[in-house]
């Protein structure tokens, strides 16, 4: 299939060829998926590097996240270095996104499955694509530090993929500031 890279993949506990097709418009692509050792081919699941505004705000509001503005959205997604989502049977189920300064920074954010289709390794598969991608893109570099900021009983989840709970013996508490309605800090 031109344009397509063929991946096995595990999903629904079987294996899989999933086809992943990068910086695609939505209306012009249809999900593809070859079944192999009897993969059903009921299961039409693809891993894509471009969400709409429209899915992610529909992931942040499915999982119970505070709503965004689609000005929010496609703003977010424009200024993210790599997006990985998941699409089945032509709906997107699921998103993460990476943002990097190019240098020594990067921050994984916006780690969404909706809740239907969690548990099945999919985040785990996404966190996989966006560290390799960042593994590609800095290979030279002696140095790279990856943050995020896990939700609330999902840091055993980052754990399992090599993340450190903080504070730690050698780091501290990560912090957060939050402006909400547009109000900001004023000591800023």
């Known amino acids: 299939m031109p344009g397509f890279t063929l991946k096995r993949v595990r999903f629904h506990d079987e294996t899989c060829l999933v086809s992943y097709k990068s910086t695609v418009q939505y209306d012009q692509f249809l999900p593809?998926?070859?079944?192999?050792?009897?993969?059903?081919?009921?299961?039409h699941m693809i891993y894509v590097d471009e969400i709409r505004?429209?899915?992610?705000?529909?992931?942040?509001?499915?999982?119970?996240?505070?709503g965004i503005s689609r000005e929010q959205a496609e703003?977010?997604?424009?200024?993210?270095?790599?997006?990985?989502?998941?699409?089945?049977n032509g709906i997107t189920i699921a998103m993460s996104r990476m943002l990097f300064d190019y240098g020594y920074t990067a921050y994984i954010a916006d780690?969404?499955?909706?809740?239907?289709?969690?548990?099945r390794g999919i985040g785990a598969h996404m966190i996989h694509t966006l560290l390799s991608w960042l593994k590609n893109e800095t290979a030279s570099y002696?140095?790279?530090?990856?943050?995020?900021?896990?939700?609330?009983?999902?840091?055993?989840?980052y754990e399992k993929l090599g993340f450190?709970?903080?504070?730690?013996?050698?780091?501290?508490?990560?912090?957060?500031?939050?402006?909400?309605?547009?109000?900001?800090?004023?000591?800023?």
């Open 164 to 188: 450190e709970v903080r504070p730690s013996d050698t780091n501290g508490a990560g912090m957060i500031l939050r402006w909400e309605n547009g109000t900001g800090n004023d000591d800023v």
């Open 32 to 43: 593809v998926l070859l079944p192999i050792e009897g993969c059903s081919t009921e299961k």
């Open 75 to 88: 703003k977010g997604l424009q200024h993210t270095a790599k997006i990985c989502g998941a699409v089945e």
């Open 142 to 157: 002696p140095f790279i530090q990856i943050n995020l900021c896990a939700a609330k009983g999902k840091e055993p989840f």
């Open 111 to 119: 780690v969404i499955v909706d809740p239907a289709y969690q548990g």
């Open 53 to 66: 505004p429209e899915d992610y705000i529909r992931l942040r509001q499915a999982v119970g996240w505070k």
